[in-house]
């Protein structure tokens, strides 16, 4: 999975990048979004190579809205090219499960037991 993101080139944006565990949000509709609030301005990248069933699987959909997924995130990142990187980790946040791993070492993590069979 790979997110296209054209950062800004300053210091502080670049420096940004490279961290492990950036504070974003994931965004999903018929588009996969990371929104990067800080450093302020806001910058916006779209996932590629993404699956709705296999997120999914990984990440409970929200009822109602634009989005099936409006979650705080963390993500880090890999680039392979000027305005390409490669997703090497990224976690949604929920009230009830905690963290959920989504990517890890670059690939969809197993699920975990976010599904109540009872339910």
Known sequence: MNIILSPRKDL???????QQD???????????EIVFESPS?????VVTE?????????????AG???THYRPSLICLHELEDGLFKIVSLKMFYESFGWLQIIHNGEYSTPGPIWDEDV
């Open 12 to 18: 502080t944006a670049q420096a940004m990048l490279k």
């Open 22 to 32: 950036i504070p974003c949000i994931s965004r999903v509709s018929r588009d996969f």
């Open 41 to 45: 301005p806001t910058m916006v990248g």
């Open 50 to 62: 993404w699956e709705s069933k296999l997120l999914s699987a990984r990440a409970p959909a929200g």
């Open 65 to 67: 809205g634009r989005y």
